[in-house]
Structures are given as C-alpha cells and as structure tokens.
C-alpha cells in the first residue's frame, strides 16, 4: 500500500499546476520578466485553496487574485500581501485593443474571463464585475482547446481611466462532473475549481492625433470616467 500512496501523492503533485498570466505579467509571475517583485514559484496554481477549500469551506468565493477566500487579508497577492506590491506592469489607452497571454500548463477544460477593477485597494469581486472585457470577436468567455499558450485580445472600456487599475484573471475549470442549470447532470456543470491572477496596469484618455501631447489626469479623473468633451460622466446633470 505504501508504493500506491507514494505514486498516487506523485500524481497529485504532477497535475496541481493550472495556468499563469504573463501579459500583462500577473503579480505571481511579473519576477519572472524582471519587474522587482517577490518570486511566487507557484505561479501557475493559484486556485481559491482547491476545490474543496474553496466550495465546501468558503462558500465557492475565492480572494480576487486567486487567493484562498479566508486567508487574512490583505491576501498574498492582494496590495500588501506578500506578492502584492503594486508595481506597473504596462501601460493603456481606454478604449484600446490590448493583447492578453495566457499559459496553461495542465488543461482541465472550463473558459477564463479579465476583468478590470479601477480602485487596487478594493478586494471585493463586486468591482471587477462591473467591467468584463470583450473579446475582440464578441463575447467575454474564451474557452481553451488544450494545453499551452494561449493570445487573445480584448477591448478595454471606452471611457474607463485610471492611474492604477486591476486587471483580474478568473479561471473557471470544466472537469467536475454536477448539475446543470437545466435540471440534467453533465460534465463542467456543477461546482468547479477556480483559478486566478492580477496584473496591475495604468489605462490614460487616449492622445487624439500625433501632434497631441499627453497630459496628467485630474484627480477626479484619476478614477473614474471621462466623455468625449472631458466632463466627468458622474458631474453631469
């Protein structure tokens, strides 16, 4: 029995890395392309805690980055935590069509979305849902075909500026046979696992022509929305 054990602990081991976001690089793995931030050698498997910590422990939430829903905060990849310091990893247009690289080292089905927050010290889900990115042909969910690496583009919202965002990783995994929506039993259905990253990004008021010169956000732009004639969308009668 204990030859059993020790090969079945060595497959538990070999699959427990899901996926990492490298552009813009996540907080886990922005090390690994020099930015001066701590080193998470588990980059690829922030997953809420595991399927059973995350459903039956937490109520299926998990910490916005990936962490487990329970871990004290700030939560280690949470600004202040461990792997959260906050450093700019690229810098956007609103409205532009950015490029996102996802790798994914073991494939368990399922899709992913990105998601922006305007606010890095809000560690709420309720404000990274307020802003899901397009994908560039239509729809938010992209659904992968294996493992590997993966590059998509999205559009950021056409009004949405901030001198530092979050952007949100949220991977939801297909292998878990449950119930569906519909009454039936399938698999994908049901409780999934999860998985997660953030990237801290800069998205400005895009320049209008080259002879423009860029010009720093007021401070009530600093957050927030902007229109076409710079009057704050929120100021308006």
Not at 204 to 218: F, G
Request: with cysteine; proline share 5%.
């Amino acid at each position: 029995m204990l030859w059993y054990a020790i090969a079945l602990s060595a497959l538990v081991v070999s699959v427990s890395g899901h996926g990492r976001v490298i552009q813009p690089p996540s907080r886990a793995s922005a090390w690994r392309f020099g930015f001066p931030t701590a080193a998470d050698y588990d980059d690829d498997g922030r997953n809420c805690g595991g399927f059973f910590h995350q459903h039956s422990v937490n109520g299926g939430k998990c910490g916005i980055c990936g962490d487990p829903y329970d871990q004290p905060q700030p939560r280690h990849h949470e600004i202040g935590g461990i792997y959260g310091a906050g450093v700019i990893v690229a810098d956007y247009k609103s409205g532009e069509l950015i490029t996102a690289t996802v790798i994914i080292t073991a494939y368990h089905r399922g899709y992913w979305e990105f998601k922006i927050c305007p606010d890095p010290y809000r560690n709420d889900q309720a404000c990274f849902d307020q802003y899901i990115l397009e994908l560039e042909e239509g729809g938010t969910k992209y659904y992968p075909k294996g493992e590997g690496q993966f590059t998509m583009k999205y559009r950021l919202p056409a009004r949405l500026t901030c001198e530092h965002c979050v952007l949100q990783w949220r991977y939801t995994a297909g292998n878990n046979w449950g119930v569906c929506q519909n009454g039936t039993q399938g698999l994908g259905c049901g409780n999934q696992e999860q998985f997660g990253a953030c990237s801290d990004i800069t998205i400005s008021i895009p320049v209008q022509n080259a002879d423009d010169k860029p010009y720093p956000l007021s401070d009530n732009q600093r957050l927030g929305y902007f229109d076409v004639q710079g009057e704050l969308s929120y100021d308006k009668k």
